[in-house]
């Protein structure tokens, strides 16, 4: 079993940014995959950056050049750097992991919300 537990969400005007922290409680060195997902109201939750085992990271287009996802293993923390925040990235950020091939793992969820 992982825990998760992401924080940094909050309130901010379009072009801030904000850092969205995932805790692990045990060792993340050997996860396949973390990721953070989005789901805003009334849509579908969407992947939003992923970093790979061996730290190749992958991002959905609207985020691309704004958003940079990191992981810092000694402390067992995923980050998801966001810059220039758009009223559209406005939604509920889960933490997501993916432990060998098939146990998946999420957080409880962080709100951001950007106004315009």
């Known amino acids: 079993q992982v825990q998760l537990v992401e924080s940094g969400g909050g309130l901010v005007q379009a072009g801030g940014s904000l850092r969205l922290s995932c805790a692990a409680s045990?060792?993340?060195?050997?996860?396949?995959?973390m990721g953070w997902y989005r789901q805003a109201p009334g849509k579908q939750r969407e992947l939003v950056a992923t970093?790979?085992?061996?730290?190749?990271?992958n991002y959905v287009d609207s985020v691309k050049g704004r958003f940079t996802i990191s992981r810092d293993n000694a402390k067992n923390t995923v980050y998801l750097q966001m810059n220039s925040l758009k009223p559209e990235d406005t939604a509920v950020y889960y933490c997501?992991?993916?432990?060998?091939?098939?146990?998946?793992?999420w957080g409880q969820g962080t709100q951001v919300t950007v106004s315009s």
């Open positions: 997501n992991a993916l432990v060998g091939l098939l146990s998946q793992y």
């Open positions: 045990r060792s993340i060195f050997s996860f396949t995959r």
């Open positions: 970093i790979h085992i061996g730290d190749s990271t």
